[in-house]
């Protein structure tokens, strides 16, 4: 009897024991899974847009087409400084750097701190400034900002813009593009992509004048880039 019960205490113990290994492999691999996904600049954004939907504002991350074409109108021989406003996940950063534009030129304004601290991450010879694109010209004056021999501001002679300016507020959108024009130099270039396929350009109430436009149809949703200028002189 005493043998028939231990024999029975071992059948039961198997399937526990099985179990109990089936559910740690079950956990090692959601970790691993969690770690891939941690890691995916798109989990980034998505998480971002969750939890801080009035900063973030798209509906999805820009397509590498739509980031390659912004970054086609950006002269990466031009002097001063390229400054990226709203870098997201760095699908635009990444389509500068790869036109040839120099890390140590590229300045990237980001409000949300996680994206932030990714951008950080992911670029770390890029100049990441946590801050809100309508502080540009306090966010400009700070000591860390790109410098001249002299300690004078690099001036930024390109601003690459991928706010959603629609979807922002009227009041809180009139700083931003006035931070813009203020900044940006005389003969300067500014781009902007929009979802509105439509009408003239916000920035174009700051002082900016059209200088072309271009569709991109590979992008989700469809997307339209404004290239605007500050005229010399202003």
């Not at 390229?82 to 635009?92: K, N, P, W």
């Amino acid at each position: 009897m005493v043998r028939l019960a231990r024999r029975r205490g071992v059948g039961r113990a198997a399937p526990l024991l099985a179990l109990r290994a089936a559910r740690a492999g079950v956990s090692r691999v959601r970790r691993a899974v969690e770690r891939v996904v941690d890691r995916s600049p798109r989990s980034v954004f998505l998480r971002a847009l969750v939890t801080q939907p009035a900063r973030v504002g798209a509906i999805c991350a820009s397509s590498p087409q739509l980031a390659a074409r912004m970054a086609a109108w950006v002269d990466p021989a031009a002097p001063g400084l390229v400054v990226e406003l709203g870098g997201g996940t760095g699908v635009i950063t990444a389509a500068l750097l790869a036109r040839g534009v120099a890390p140590q030129r590229l300045v990237v304004i980001e409000q949300s701190p996680a994206l932030a601290r990714h951008l950080a991450q992911r670029f770390p010879q890029v100049r990441v400034v946590q801050g809100d694109a309508a502080e540009l010209a306090l966010l400009r004056a700070a000591p860390d900002w790109p410098r001249a021999d002299d300690g004078a501001p690099l001036p930024v002679c390109c601003i690459v813009s991928g706010l959603p300016l629609l979807s922002i507020p009227p009041e809180v959108r009139q700083r931003i593009l006035h931070a813009g024009a203020q900044v940006l130099a005389p003969g300067g270039r500014l781009l902007q992509f929009t979802y509105a396929l439509r009408g003239s350009s916000p920035w174009q109430t700051a002082g900016l004048v059209s200088g072309g436009r271009e569709r991109v149809l590979a992008n989700l949703p469809p997307a339209r880039i404004d290239v605007l200028e500050r005229l010399g002189g202003g």
